[in-house]
């Protein structure tokens, strides 16, 4: 039987987990699930298959992303939050009966410029302090106007803002953040949604008519001094590969690219297949491990493009062909970006098309 080398497995029992937890945390509210970037790497059309029946809305960047799930006979509501910038893009939102978000007055103009057969369903974003994407609180009595006025937009317009620092716990910019959004809102009707991920857990005043997990879902930690497991979530993706060789270094030899770790004593030396071509991150900090025979196994040398070496001096009844954990139950992707020095977002996101994908616990 043929065994696999770089691999992810998929556990989609842990994401129904996760968007369980999320209701607890959330229990008044309605739940849209952000699966932009390929659900972050863990397969768009996948993950949104999987949350049917268990969400209420989904969520993408981009408008071919929502038109691949239309395309899929994916029925729940999506949004499309970086909205559209042209009239045909506006008709492509009617023909697949998307919902989209206006973040700034030329999508204002552009609505008031059409013909839409029916009302477009939108959601108006303020910018509270993130200075990306949406419009200025002091815009927002003018533009509501227009919109309100705009024959092309549907009466039930909601509203949103985006935090910057809501993982960080104690720093109250994302408490300003919410008070703005609430007091530029307050005279309103119109369901309102404010909370990602981390507001979800750490800011409760946040968690408003609507809120929009993202990597929670998959199972990652969006708090800093938090772990996943100590939240209570399950990792949907785990990243695996297999040992191909066994060798002996001698005391003083080097290994990998440059020769950057050196042997300091007669070193039981492992190959593993997986490197940066498939997606593990090559800037790897010395410290970090894999987890081999359910033991903790540093990584020794520069990881290369398709493998990484690890020290076998406290594994010593390895085997060729054993399964390796690069992350996964027992060593969260969290912990692994931070030796990488980035954010699981981008690990999670960055794996590529040469590994293959096995489904745990599909209906």
Same mark, same amino acid.
């Given at each position: 039987m043929m065994q696999l080398a770089?691999?992810?497995?998929?556990?989609?029992a842990a994401l129904k987990h996760n968007v369980a937890k999320v209701r607890e945390y959330a229990p008044q509210s309605q739940l849209m699930a952000v699966i932009k970037a390929n659900a972050y790497g863990h397969g768009l059309i996948r993950i949104a298959h999987a949350l049917q029946n268990h969400v209420d809305a989904l969520a993408v960047a981009r408008l071919d992303e929502a038109i691949r799930l239309r395309q899929a006979d994916i029925a729940d509501t999506i949004l499309v939050l970086?909205?559209?910038?042209?009239?045909d893009e506006l008709q492509a939102l009617q023909q697949y009966h998307l919902d989209v978000v206006v973040h700034t007055e030329q999508h204002v103009a552009l609505l008031e410029a059409s013909d839409l057969p029916?009302?477009?369903?939108?959601?108006?974003?303020?910018?509270?302090?993130?200075?990306?994407l949406g419009i200025r609180p002091e815009q927002f009595s003018v533009i509501l106007a227009r919109l309100q006025q705009c024959s092309s937009v549907a009466t039930a317009i909601k509203f949103m803002t985006h935090f910057a620092n809501a993982d960080v716990v104690h720093d109250m910019s994302t408490a300003k953040q919410l008070q703005l959004f609430n007091a530029t809102t307050q005279s309103v009707s119109g369901a309102k949604s404010s909370a990602n991920s981390a507001a979800i857990i750490a800011w409760p005043a946040s968690r408003q008519q609507w809120v929009r997990p993202g990597l929670m879902l998959y199972g990652a930690s969006p708090i800093r001094t938090q772990s996943a497991a100590e939240l209570g979530l399950q990792p949907v993706m785990s990243l695996y590969s297999r040992l191909i060789a066994i060798k002996r270094l001698a005391k003083g030899e080097?290994? $990998? +690219?440059?020769?950057?770790?050196?042997?300091?004593?007669?070193? %039981?030396l492992g190959i593993v297949s997986i490197g940066y071509?498939? $997606? +593990?991150?090559?800037?790897?900090?010395?410290?970090?491990?894999? %987890?081999?025979?359910?033991?903790?196994?540093?990584?020794?040398?520069?990881?290369?493009?398709?493998m990484l070496t690890i020290d076998l001096q406290a594994c010593s009844d390895a085997n060729i062909g054993d399964k390796v954990t690069l992350w996964g139950e027992g060593l969260p992707v969290e912990e692994v970006a931070e030796y990488a020095e980035t954010i699981p977002y981008t690990l999670?996101?960055?794996?590529?098309?040469?590994?293959?994908v096995l489904v745990k616990d599909a209906e």
């Open positions: 770089a691999h992810i497995e998929l556990n989609l970086q909205g559209v910038s042209c009239a029916n009302p477009q369903n939108i959601w108006l974003k303020i910018d509270t302090g993130m200075n990306r080097c290994v $990998g +690219y440059g020769g950057q770790w050196q042997a300091d004593q007669e070193t %039981l071509g498939d $997606g +593990y991150p090559r800037h790897i900090r010395h410290g970090a491990s894999v %987890l081999l025979r359910g033991r903790r196994v540093p990584i020794i040398g520069r990881v290369s493009m398709d999670l996101c960055g794996i590529t098309q040469r590994v293959s």
